[in-house]
């Protein structure tokens, strides 16, 4: 089947089966790889990317889930890595292996989208589907409030 | 200082800049085991400053999260002088001038990277500004003693050359004949809190793991392997798999049988589709229960002798209380985020291997074996590491041998990659391992009498790396942390035996190796004999260590920083757990409550003393990192194996923590001026008795096996 997938803006056709997840025809078609697969079955949010906005697990969302709805991925977040997500995680010196980072981001990304200035306990609610086996969770925390602390400054 | 003789210039027909390789003699080596004669280095480098002024530093070693990327870096831009913001760093390809300067082989292992490179790193740093100063003294025509030196730039009075411009000058110089490194107070940057040097590249999706190699006509493979340890291929039937759209061949490799497709979704596809027929394995496969109950039945007996002084049947006799208690901990897996993966391009007798590994010179090695080739034409790739834990070390290179088998009979350039449930029942776990503890008290409460047997398999016995091990049938990293703990030095009477059963489960070492089995039991029954002594831990911990300083300190530093003489808050209870491991020494201090009738861990107070704290930000990190892999595998982790046949398979029944059970850690540092110890793994390993210990203080429940559960 014929799919057309508006990635980080760009638009792409894909000829692939209806059921092939989106994280591998992110990485293996489209070449784009800062998605990452981890567990394959929505545990471990490596995968995660938006859907207009929403954070979903890629590597359960097959391609004729997706629709019209428009893609975004870690590669997208920011031209530069000027994303308060990402200006927060530096500034933090979050990552350590860095594979699970991208889910991280993008759900912390979502998050803040959607909650200005989340509480530890909205935290701990939103990012709890993401593991880290390098044990990065308490600079995450520290930068998922300094990164809501960023985006309402650089609001006002 | 480094002698002239020891220098090896080399790698001059670079036209890119500075280049310098050399040996530096290995007066690290225990004086028991006389250096080998080093090979010549080959023409290689550790650093390179190209013309633009940046700073490119080939790291040895690998970075799987540990921060070595920067710390390596740190190590060179100390003793060079240059512009940090230049600095970046590469991991070194594999050849022989990278070997680990202890090890001998190109490996990241046992938290030993900073220190096997403290030295080395440090003395390339100073031979190339040395050579730099120089350049620019003869272009100036003045003695390189009155040269300047800071921030990347060389001066003389109002003459400045940067050192981009004085590379290639300084290329063509002769290396010096000695260097003196910088004295530790006029350090800069080492001991400084420094950020990471790999972040932008990780929070940008851009930093390259070995699943992410891609490049034109690399094919994926999806690998059906034996379901049970021991069982092998009977017969296969491809007719269905070759069916799915984008595979393209099936083919075997040994008991194990490759789909190769165009992508990861095909051959993943293909292998569900494949038709096989396995062997069961012999005896009805390994079950884990029934391997402790024969461990169970051996420790009845004494093992192989491994430290023994005194009288200790008649001690344990005469003793006014006597302490008996039997610990056990189950099989774990590393289960990094990044699964394993490999992939290989094969070109006649010549071939490129891109992986996230921690052991460049056995992969290298392997893969030449069974392309019958030698192994300076296998090229290895090193990407970054999704997680290391020791699973990227394995000693007969299992994943770069099947890859390489799989590239060869499928004739293409192949990428294979495991699925989160092939790497979880993949085998080479920590050793499930059963201690059991006789010990007498005197009428003091203090120990009088200890012993102490140990079952468990041995992570190197029958390995390649058995050498760096076993000594006189007893494999060191079986009993590290039991054998030589710093308590039994004040015990008279005192036996240490080992029995190493072999079983079908394939175990590797685990981030904190030996200690991770050790340090649990130990920490614990000390625990126990204070109670027996009606003693409080903290001071009877006190008193068996008041020969051993560094260990006291840190003990007291963390009891103080976590208010152990204060008490915990109304339904917590505190334990606590001291170590010595990889040269470092670790006291915890763990808060928990129960919640549901589960443990929770509120608080963990860590005090660490690495003789020199290099960067105090990645000390934190990895402390932080290590107290969650370890409580992780102290709360849930175990692989259940019936039949030979693993269980678990992926992140919903092998648990691990999750940010909301995340402690509240503070690390507090000693700068104690000590030899250097590691910091990647010494706190893995003691938060698991802390928590026990702070389980019976709340519960007064003993918990005596792993995961710690309580009914």
């Known amino acids: 089947m014929l799919f057309k997938l508006v990635v980080n803006g760009s638009a792409h056709e894909i000829e692939s089966d209806a059921e092939m997840p989106l994280l591998w025809a992110l990485r293996d078609l489209l070449g784009m790889t800062g998605t990452k697969y981890s567990c394959g079955i929505a545990q471990c949010g490596a995968c995660t990317v938006h859907l207009d906005g929403q954070p979903v697990r890629s590597c359960i969302t097959p391609l004729s889930a997706v629709g019209k709805r428009k893609v975004t991925t870690v590669e997208g977040l920011s031209r530069d890595g000027s994303h308060p997500v990402q200006r927060a995680w530096a500034e933090t010196d979050v990552v350590q292996c860095g594979y699970c980072q991208s889910g991280q981001l993008m759900t912390a990304a979502a998050l803040l989208a959607s909650n200005a200035d989340p509480s530890d306990a909205d935290i701990d609610a939103a990012m709890s589907g993401n593991i880290c086996r390098c044990g990065t969770y308490a600079r995450i925390r520290t930068a998922v409030h300094l990164a809501a602390k960023l985006r309402r400054r650089g609001r006002t | ?711």
């Not at chain 2, 596809?269 to 496969?285: C, F, H, K, V």
């Not at chain 2, 002084?309 to 901990?329: F, H, I, M, Q, S």
């Not at chain 2, 210990?693 to 710690?708: D, E, I």
């Open chain 2, 1 to 711: 200082m480094i002698s002239r003789r020891d220098l090896l210039r080399a790698g001059s027909a670079s036209a890119a800049g500075l280049w310098i390789a050399f040996n530096v003699p290995l007066k690290a080596q225990a004086a028991a085991e006389p250096p080998a004669p080093r090979p010549l280095p080959p023409p290689n480098a550790f650093l390179r400053i190209a013309a633009d002024d940046s700073v490119t530093v080939l790291l040895a070693h690998s970075e799987m999260g540990q921060g070595i990327w920067t710390g390596l870096a740190m190590l060179i831009a100390e003793e060079l002088d240059c512009d940090w913001s230049k600095v970046k760093s590469e991991h070194a390809p594999a050849a022989p001038v990278y070997a680990h300067t202890a090890a001998g082989s190109q490996v990241t292992f046992g938290s030993s990277t900073t220190v096997s490179e403290m030295d080395r790193y440090r003395t390339v740093g100073a031979m190339a500004k040395d050579m730099l100063v120089r350049a620019a003294a003869e272009r100036w025509k003045v003695a390189p003693s009155e040269c300047k030196v800071a921030n990347g730039i060389v001066s003389y009075g109002a003459k400045r050359l940067s050192f981009g411009r004085l590379a290639e000058h300084a290329m063509g110089l002769p290396p010096p004949a000695a260097v003196t490194l910088k004295d530790p107070k006029d350090w800069k940057l080492i001991g400084t809190r420094v950020k990471r040097l790999d972040t932008p590249e990780k929070i940008t999706g851009k930093a390259q793991f070995g699943i992410d190699v891609q490049f034109p006509g690399l094919r994926t493979a999806v690998v059906a392997r034996p379901p049970a340890f021991g069982a092998t291929l009977a017969k296969f039937d491809a007719t269905a798999a070759l069916q799915v759209p984008g595979v393209e061949q099936v083919v075997p490799a040994g008991d194990a049988v490759a789909v190769v497709a165009a992508h990861f979704w095909a051959a993943k596809r293909g292998r569900d589709a494949l038709q096989i027929e396995w062997n069961p394995p012999p005896n009805g496969g390994a079950d884990n229960v029934k391997i402790l109950d024969d461990y169970r039945a051996l420790a009845t007996q004494p093992g192989a002798m491994v430290v023994e002084a005194g009288a200790v049947d008649a001690a344990l006799d005469n003793a006014k209380t006597r302490v008996e208690a039997d610990y056990d901990l189950p099989y774990v897996a590393h289960a990094p985020m990044e699964p394993l993966n490999c992939a290989v391009r094969i070109d006649g007798d010549r071939c490129d291997i891109w992986i996230g590994t921690q052991s460049q010179t056995s992969d290298q090695a392997v893969a030449a074996r069974i392309l019958g080739t030698t192994p300076e034409k296998v090229s290895i790739h090193t990407t970054f590491l999704g997680g290391g834990f020791g699973h990227r070390s394995n000693p007969f290179s299992n994943v770069v041998a099947e890859a390489v088998t799989v590239a060869k009979a499928a004739k293409v350039p192949v990428k294979v990659v495991w699925t989160r449930e092939d790497d979880m029942r993949g085998g080479y776990y920590r050793p499930q391992f059963l201690h059991r503890f006789k010990v007498g008290l005197d009428e003091h409460g203090m120990p009088l009498a200890w012993d102490h047997v140990l079952v468990g398999q041995s992570v190197f016995d029958g390995t390649p790396a058995a050498a760096f091990s076993m000594r006189n049938g007893i494999d060191r990293n079986s009993v590290t942390g039991a054998a030589d703990s710093p308590y039994l030095d004040a015990i008279a009477a005192r036996r240490v035996t080992l029995h190493s059963p072999k079983t079908p489960v394939p175990v590797w070492v685990w981030r904190s190796v030996g200690h991770s089995h050790t340090v649990f039991p130990m920490e614990c029954i000390v625990d126990e004999l204070a109670h027996a002594a009606g003693k409080d831990p903290f001071e009877y911990r006190l008193a068996l260590l008041a020969a051993k300083p560094r260990l006291a300190d840190a003990l007291k530093l963390a009891a103080e920083k976590a208010g152990w003489s204060t008490p915990a808050a109304h339904g917590r209870a505190r334990g606590l757990a001291v170590h010595q491991a990889f040269g470092t020494i670790v006291a915890q201090v763990a808060e928990i409550s129960l919640e549901g009738g589960r443990i929770k861990v509120h608080k963990v107070t860590c005090a660490i003393d690495c003789g020199t704290a290099v960067n105090p930000l990645a000390i934190e990190a990895q402390v932080e990192g290590s107290i969650v892999f370890g409580l992780s595998a102290a709360l849930y982790g175990r692989m259940t194996i019936r039949r030979g046949e693993v269980q678990e398979s992926n992140f919903h029944d092998y648990p691990v923590l999750r940010l909301p059970e995340m402690p509240q850690i503070s690390v507090h540092i000693i700068q104690s001026g000590a030899k250097l110890g590691g910091i990647g793994e010494p706190a893995t390993a003691s938060i698991a008795p802390a928590v026990a210990n702070a389980v019976f203080a709340l519960t007064g429940k003993r918990l005596r096996s792993q995961p710690l559960q309580l009914a």
